[in-house]
């Protein structure tokens, strides 16, 4: 079981990035996925939760009406899609495949002017 991260980087207050997660060495379509972040000294915390046919989708308040989380069974992808960022998003961004209980390796996402 494999995830890999990509899309992460800095941007200004109130822009928008992209992340993405590939899967592999699993049944992708059949499992729920996540998306964790964990801000320097802070405890990881979940943001964004899609079922595994992308029908139900749950955010952290934070940042419900600006993410969305989103997936691609036929890629094994899974995504987040960031806007209105702000300072406090500022964090590790981790994709999570709570069955397996497997992490990436992250993605850095630096909100900043």
């Known amino acids: 079981v494999q995830l890999v991260e990509s899309g992460g980087g800095m941007v200004q207050p109130g822009g928008s990035l992209r992340l993405s997660c590939a899967a592999s060495?699993?049944?992708?379509?059949?499992?729920?996925m996540n998306w964790y972040r964990q801000a320097p000294g802070k405890e990881r915390e979940l943001v964004a939760s899609?079922?595994?046919?992308?029908?139900?989708?749950d955010y952290v308040d934070s940042v419900r009406g600006r993410f969305s989380i989103s997936r691609d069974n036929t890629k094994n992808l899974v995504h987040l899609q960031m806007r209105g960022l702000r300072s406090e998003d500022t964090a590790v961004y981790y994709c999570?495949?709570?069955?397996?209980?497997?992490w990436g390796q992250g993605t850095q996402v630096t909100v900043s002017s």
């Open positions: 999570y495949a709570s069955t397996f209980d497997t």
């Open positions: 060495g699993f049944m992708f379509s059949r499992e729920a």
């Open positions: 899609i079922s595994s046919n992308g029908i139900t989708r």
